[in-house]
């Protein structure tokens, strides 16, 4: 395969980092998290931006955190490329989980003009942070993003890409006194989250939707994962857990949440009637290592999801960076409260795409009805 057929293989969770050094320097480090979803895919290749010098690599395995071999590449084009071996091909029902660490020089990109530190950059994958050098302070961000001051000092921007091309990142800062370490905050970064969540609407009448949701298990000793199953939602039996990283499903079964409160796992006790479908990992997560899991379930919420008028109703609060929700066959869109993306999967069903890039959760309300035949 070449080059150009190899950079079109899937990628997907991804999330970059952006830690900017003194700015007489032109560097800033990157840390690059990436989704490897080609099943059978041996390699992944991480271009390299034209006017970037690339220097200080290394590649590591999510889920092992051991060391991968790479090797800079160069296309027939010119365009330059890491070129990551993983660790085996990507299995079925799987992906391989990678890190991509390097530092680039990039004076077009950082600088400083006019005793002001300048970062601009378009951003063409969904979550990304950029932390300021220590001793400067944020004075302009010319796309929306939420900011914290690290116990360092140091100043982080969030974003979340909500657009289907690049967002125009410019950050301006000027120094200033050095700031202390300061408190933890209570505030997190949307972008830093790597959950993903998609509903497939069912029958209104049966009140039922499925769900495919992913997330990252990282507290070393955790034998079973968790999914918590909201106040008024009856989860079905055909429940699935599969472990991301092998592509084997888990033994799968319900517990209450006092037996999940009893394991300890979590910082934040759920009530001891809740219910809660639990995956039993093949192996306790080890020091240092990290697993991701996909769980597959159907809801059925009587309140969430009915009738109304002769129009399906769907309300839900939505919590995570990226949300879809898939209409069910046959039925249109008429009217959704909050700003979606909306297109047709390979199905002809409409789908809508929510980002959250805020703190709190969106309140979703979703109305639509058959069409005429």
Same mark, same amino acid.
Do not use: C
């Given at each position: 395969?070449?080059?150009?057929?190899?950079?079109?293989?899937?990628?997907?969770?991804?999330?970059?980092?952006?830690?900017?050094?003194?700015?007489?320097?032109?560097?800033?480090?990157?840390?690059?998290?990436?989704?490897?979803?080609?099943?059978?895919?041996?390699?992944?290749?991480?271009?390299?931006?034209?006017?970037?010098?690339?220097?200080?690599?290394?590649?590591?395995?999510?889920?092992?955190?051991?060391?991968?071999?790479?090797?800079?590449?160069?296309?027939?084009?010119?365009?330059?490329?890491?070129?990551?071996?993983?660790?085996?091909? *990507?299995?079925?029902?799987?992906?391989?989980?990678?890190?991509?660490?390097?530092?680039?020089?990039?004076?077009?990109?950082?600088?400083?003009?006019?005793?002001?530190?300048?970062?601009?950059?378009?951003?063409?994958?969904?979550?990304?942070?950029?932390?300021?050098?220590?001793? &400067?302070?944020?004075?302009?961000?010319?796309?929306?993003?939420?900011?914290?001051?690290?116990?360092?000092?140091?100043?982080?921007?969030?974003?979340?890409?909500?657009?289907?091309?690049?967002?125009? *990142?410019?950050?301006?800062?000027?120094?200033?006194?050095?700031?202390?370490?300061?408190?933890?905050?209570?505030?997190?970064?949307?972008?830093?989250?790597?959950?993903?969540i998609t509903y497939w609407l069912l029958d209104p009448a049966s009140?039922?939707?499925?769900?495919?949701?992913?997330?990252?298990?990282?507290?070393?000793?955790?034998?079973?994962?968790?999914?918590?199953?909201?106040?008024?939602?009856?989860?079905?039996?055909?429940?699935?857990?599969?472990?991301?990283?092998?592509?084997?499903?888990?033994?799968?079964?319900?517990?209450?949440?006092?037996?999940?409160?009893?394991?300890?796992?979590?910082?934040?006790?759920?009530?001891?009637?809740?219910?809660?479908?639990?995956?039993?990992?093949?192996?306790?997560?080890?020091?240092?290592?990290?697993?991701?899991?996909?769980?597959?379930?159907?809801?059925?919420?009587?309140?969430?999801?009915?009738?109304?008028?002769?129009?399906? *109703? &769907?309300?839900?609060?939505?919590?995570?960076?990226?949300?879809?929700?898939?209409?069910?066959?046959? &039925?249109?869109?008429?009217?959704?409260?909050?700003?979606?993306?909306?297109?047709?999967?390979?199905?002809?069903?409409?789908?809508?795409?929510?980002?959250?890039?805020?703190?709190?959760?969106?309140?979703?309300?979703?109305?639509?009805?058959?069409?005429?035949?």
């Open positions: 395969m070449t080059l150009a057929a190899l950079v079109f293989l899937l990628a997907s969770n991804e999330f970059t980092l952006y830690e900017l050094l003194p700015p007489e320097t032109h560097q800033f480090a990157i840390t690059y998290d990436v989704t490897q979803d080609k099943e059978g895919a041996e390699f992944f290749l991480n271009p390299i931006r034209p006017g970037s010098v690339s220097t200080k690599e290394r590649v590591l395995d999510r889920a092992t955190g051991e060391e991968l071999k790479f090797e800079e590449v160069t296309n027939e084009k010119g365009a330059r490329f890491i070129k990551v071996h993983l660790p085996a091909p *990507v299995p079925k029902g799987g992906q391989t989980r990678i890190r991509i660490i390097k530092t680039y020089t990039d004076a077009a990109s950082y600088s400083v003009k006019d005793g002001q530190l300048i970062f601009e950059r378009p951003l063409g994958i969904k979550r990304n942070v950029v932390v300021l050098p220590k001793g &400067w302070e944020l004075i302009g961000n010319a796309s929306p993003g939420i900011s914290s001051t690290d116990p360092d000092g140091r100043v982080r921007v969030s974003f979340v890409n909500d657009r289907d091309d690049q967002l125009p *990142v410019k950050i301006t800062a000027r120094q200033t006194v050095a700031v202390s370490a300061t408190a933890a905050s209570d505030s997190f970064h949307r972008a830093e989250q790597d959950r993903e009140h039922q939707f499925r769900i495919s949701h992913d997330f990252t298990v990282t507290r070393a000793g955790q034998a079973s994962v968790h999914s918590f199953v909201r106040k008024g939602s009856v989860v079905s039996p055909d429940a699935k857990m599969i472990d991301l990283d092998t592509g084997k499903a888990l033994n799968t079964h319900t517990v209450s949440g006092k037996s999940v409160n009893a394991l300890g796992y979590y910082p934040n006790k759920v009530e001891d009637d809740s219910v809660a479908v639990q995956g039993d990992l093949e192996h306790p997560v080890a020091e240092g290592r990290s697993t991701r899991i996909r769980v597959i379930e159907t809801y059925t919420d009587p309140i969430g999801y009915a009738m109304e008028g002769g129009e399906l *109703v &769907w309300k839900r609060t939505l919590g995570r960076p990226l949300n879809y929700v898939t209409l069910p066959a046959g &039925w249109m869109l008429t009217s959704v409260n909050t700003p979606a993306t909306i297109t047709l999967d390979d199905e002809g069903r409409v789908r809508l795409r929510f980002f959250n890039p805020r703190n709190d959760e969106l309140s979703i309300d979703i109305r639509a009805k058959a069409r005429s035949r």
